[in-house]
């Protein structure tokens, strides 16, 4: 009773702004679909705006609680329900081809990130955040991480707000860049599955495309990549984990405890995509074309809203003022991360041969 007092006020504030942008996010301005953008960067702008205009609702204790609730508990949620999206099988079967490409782009961004915030002085957190949000998968990468590094809000605020700046140029610029430079359609679709980040933009960019292409297949070639590439969620967590456990032990942090801070949400995340796995080997029947068709399209949406629903918790316990102040570094680092990226797919693919291939 006492907990539904304290969070149910907060909790049901940012369900309903989540609500508002997940719908604004179906919208189309003429061309331009708003779906582009992403419901969770909606979310945490309308979040930033709340607070900004109303910060005595946003502080008030019946209200903070559940923002705080949201903002912690309900993203390691999200985490967990997106791994029944996630068919280990399909992936390995797929994903296989464009692994070198993904562990490479992945290398070069935590590489950048990791120079950058020693070279630039950047704050690691946020720069440990915007590393992983650029190599991995945008916002997941950064709900799974934020917990880990027990990264504050104006932390992954600033992060998120870094990452979708050039999630959204990619989406718009790669189809013709890819066309223009001469990549095959399978070339295009991992380009588009290792370079850009949030699933929504993945799958913009490869429609695009397929228009470009005058061909189908781009866009499932893409995601699956893009699948691929968020199981590198798993090891980048556990890796930081122990990192943050060896640096406490050595500087003698009282009070620690590496069960505290181990990311057991991801071991539910992996749990759930076995579950997936093992239904997708299962002889055809109601119960298996139900589960892929029902309940893993439910449990993508799920995952979606509770990642808006977190986003705008995180959006109303940031100084939006703060955070524009202190942008321009960040901003810096995403652009490289973005670049070297964007060159080391393009590289690897040329090495690896995938670059004029067709699907």
């Not at 490479?104 to 002085?121: A, D, N, Q, Y």
């Not at 946020?126 to 809000?153: E, H, K, M, N, R």
């Not at 181990?262 to 997708?280: E, H």
Request: hydrophobic share 55%; with cysteine; aromatic share 8%.
């Amino acid at each position: 009773m006492i907990f539904l007092k304290k969070n149910i006020p907060g909790i049901l504030m940012c369900a309903v702004i989540a609500g508002i942008a997940t719908f604004l996010a179906t919208l189309k301005i003429g061309d331009f679909s708003v779906e582009l953008i992403g419901a969770p960067v909606l979310a945490i702008l309308m979040g930033m705006i709340i607070s900004l205009a109303a910060p005595n609702i946003t502080k008030h204790e019946k209200i903070a609680g559940g923002i705080k609730f949201t903002s912690k508990k309900i993203l390691q949620w999200a985490v967990i329900i997106l791994g029944f999206t996630l068919d280990l099988g399909m992936i390995a079967r797929v994903g296989a081809k464009s692994l070198p490409v993904i562990v490479c782009t992945i290398s070069i961004s935590l590489i950048v990130s990791f120079l950058l915030m020693k070279l630039m002085k950047i704050d690691p957190k946020t720069a440990c955040l915007i590393g992983v949000g650029s190599s991995i998968c945008g916002g997941s990468a950064i709900a799974a991480t934020a917990p880990v590094i027990d990264a504050d809000d104006e932390d992954v605020a600033q992060s998120i707000s870094v990452i979708f700046l050039f999630n959204i140029l990619a989406a718009l610029i790669f189809p013709a860049f890819g066309h223009a430079i001469g990549l095959g359609t399978e070339g295009f679709a991992v380009f588009a599955g290792t370079a850009v980040n949030d699933t929504s933009s993945v799958t913009a960019a490869a429609s695009t495309a397929e228009n470009l292409y005058h061909t189908s297949g781009i866009l499932s070639a893409a995601v699956t990549v893009k699948l691929t590439r968020t199981l590198a969620i798993i090891p980048i967590t556990l890796v930081l984990a122990f990192h943050r456990a060896r640096k406490a032990k050595t500087s003698g942090e009282s009070g620690f405890s590496f069960r505290k801070i181990f990311p057991w949400f991801i071991l539910w995340f992996v749990g759930a995509a076995i579950v997936t796995t093992l239904v997708g080997v299962l002889p055809e029947s109601g119960f298996t074309a139900a589960y892929s068709g029902a309940f893993v399209p439910a449990m993508k949406w799920l995952a979606k809203f509770f990642i808006a629903m977190a986003m705008c918790a995180i959006g109303l316990s940031t100084n939006i003022v703060e955070l524009v102040r202190k942008g321009g570094k960040p901003i810096i680092l995403g652009f490289c991360c973005w670049c070297s990226i964007t060159a080391v797919s393009i590289g690897m693919q040329l090495a690896t041969g995938i670059f004029y291939t067709n699907i």
